[in-house]
């Protein structure tokens, strides 16, 4: 492919702004992305608002919104203009209008005025009697051009339909799937302008594909029935088609049966806002949805951007359907995490810390640096962001909740309290507050009362945090300082027995 891809190489993403953006929408955006800043083209914005019933207010700054959040950038855009401006189909009549006359002038389109209720009927006839195609039997067809433009001309209420060859083929190279052939006389005459004047996607996408020089539209396979269309749209204007790649769309997998169907909320989360609250972070969702119908060779998994972009290929684009697997981006999520240098990682779970008000607002230098030293101990054991607040809320609390089980597990134990007396009047004589200093204090406790380190470690964790398991309790202590852990401790001696 490299080397017969033809320069510049221009993608779109043209979604409808009929709501949040979905997983499946910005897994096409990484493909377009991945493939227009792989071959060094452009990725054009398009957004095709021609349905006007279905428009949501505010999808369209969403979607904006979220490739930003994302770092997919695009080089044209409604938002951001550019020469083939606008990038909004609402403010494009004019072309559709133009090209739909020429099409009714050269037969391969026409007027139909019939009814509602009429094509209903038709449709459901047709559907019953399994007469094919189902759907519009082509009566306005029948009528001249004359009566036709006559009739239009006097104001009455049409649509405007493409004329669709009655017989033969119709077929089309997709670059991943290879030939597709869809029987003609299975396709009805379908809409190309509406009675309010707007056109459908059927004719809006091509001619914009057009106009805007698309050379390849990768979208999913959801769109792939309508490309036969598109096809002999292209081939009456005179117009080259772009070259088609329809990845396969997403699935996911039943927990319990096991089952894959269509990747819906049972899967995980459909909008791609939601990952940010759940804790997702931005380079771990791309390089997970990436990979969502993409397949880099061999078995990498974590990549880069600039790792993808480079290994980016149509070839590595599977027809076959990929599972949204949510535990592999949970795990993915936890390697990115661990990746973060100590500034990224205070400045990504910062918002989750200060929601759960555990940290201030507008946090100073002695805050800003104790919640460094708090995030860098659990950062290994992170998987999202938004675990950080249940993870770390014992260093931030005066009162660390406590957790029952293990409270009675090991501190309402016979040797807890000799063993929390010990520990503590070892920490107080410690002369310095480190790490080492504090292993040497519980070690000397453990020797004095001649029981195991652990035997020390486990009563100790429980009075200073509240909780069972957590990091190193050497360097949880170091992080908490003397005077918490001291008034912990004194305070946990009362659960111990006498
Ligand atoms: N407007 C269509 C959508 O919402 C675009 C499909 C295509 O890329 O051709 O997905």
Redesign the pocket.
């Known amino acids: 492919m490299s080397d017969h891809t033809p320069t510049p190489v221009r993608v779109r993403l043209?979604?409808?702004p009929t709501g949040l953006p979905h997983v499946g929408?910005i897994r096409n955006a990484i493909f377009n992305w991945l493939m227009a800043r792989h071959y060094g083209g452009q990725f054009v914005f398009r957004l095709?608002d021609t349905d006007q019933a279905r428009l949501v207010p505010g999808s369209a700054q969403a979607l904006y919104d979220t490739l930003r959040w994302l770092g997919l950038d695009y080089d044209e855009g409604p938002d951001i203009g550019g020469p083939h401006a606008p990038y909004v189909q609402s403010e494009r009549l004019d072309r559709y209008r133009e090209v739909v006359d020429r099409l009714i002038a050269e037969g391969h389109a026409y007027q139909c005025f019939c009814s509602q209720e009429r094509i209903q009927e038709v449709r459901e006839a047709r559907r019953q009697a399994n007469i094919h195609p189902h759907g519009y039997d082509r009566h306005c067809r029948a009528l001249s051009l004359e009566e036709r433009n006559r009739r239009a001309a006097e104001g009455e209420a049409h649509v405007v339909r493409f004329a669709t060859p009655l017989d033969g083929d119709t077929t089309f190279q997709d670059e991943v799937r290879g030939a597709i052939t869809y029987a003609n006389r299975e396709l009805d005459d379908h809409v190309l302008l509406k009675s309010d004047g707007f056109p459908t996607?059927q004719l809006a996408?091509v001619v914009d594909d057009h106009l805007m020089e698309i050379t390849h539209?990768i979208?999913s396979e959801e769109?792939l029935p309508s490309t036969p269309r598109h096809v002999l749209t292209y081939r009456v204007l005179g117009w080259e088609p772009p070259k088609f790649v329809h990845p396969a769309l997403l699935m996911g997998r039943d927990p319990q049966s096991g089952k894959i169907s269509k990747f819906s909320k049972r899967h995980g989360a459909q909008f791609v806002r939601e990952y940010e609250e759940q804790g997702y972070l931005t380079e771990a969702l791309v390089n997970f949805l990436a990979l969502l119908g993409w397949a880099p060779g061999g078995d990498r998994e974590i990549m880069t951007r600039e790792e993808m972009i480079q290994l980016f290929s149509l070839e590595g684009i599977n027809p076959s359907p990929s599972v949204f697997d949510l535990e592999k981006l949970t795990w993915m999520n936890g390697v990115y995490i661990r990746s973060l240098s100590e500034a990224e990682l205070v400045r990504r779970c910062l918002p989750f810390l200060q929601k759960a008000g555990l940290v201030s607002e507008a946090p100073g230098e002695v805050e800003q640096a104790y919640v460094t030293q708090v995030l860098k101990l659990e950062q290994e054991r992170m998987k999202t962001l938004a675990e950080a607040p249940a993870l770390t809320d014992f260093f931030f609390r005066d009162e660390p909740e406590l957790d029952e089980a293990a409270v009675t597990k090991r501190l309402r134990q016979p040797q807890a309290g000799s063993v929390l007396d010990a520990v503590t009047r070892r920490l107080e004589a410690a002369s310095t507050w480190d790490v080492e200093a504090l292993e040497q204090a519980v070690n000397a406790a453990s020797e004095e009362l001649g029981v195991k380190k652990a035997d020390v470690i486990h009563p100790t964790r429980v009075a200073a945090t509240g909780r069972g398991v957590g990091p190193g309790l050497f360097e949880t202590l170091w992080v908490l300082g003397r005077e918490r852990v001291l008034a912990r401790l004194r305070k946990a001696r009362a659960l111990a027995p006498a």
Do not use: D
Request: overall charge neutral.
């Open positions: 043209a979604p409808s929408i095709e996607y996408n539209v979208r769109w």
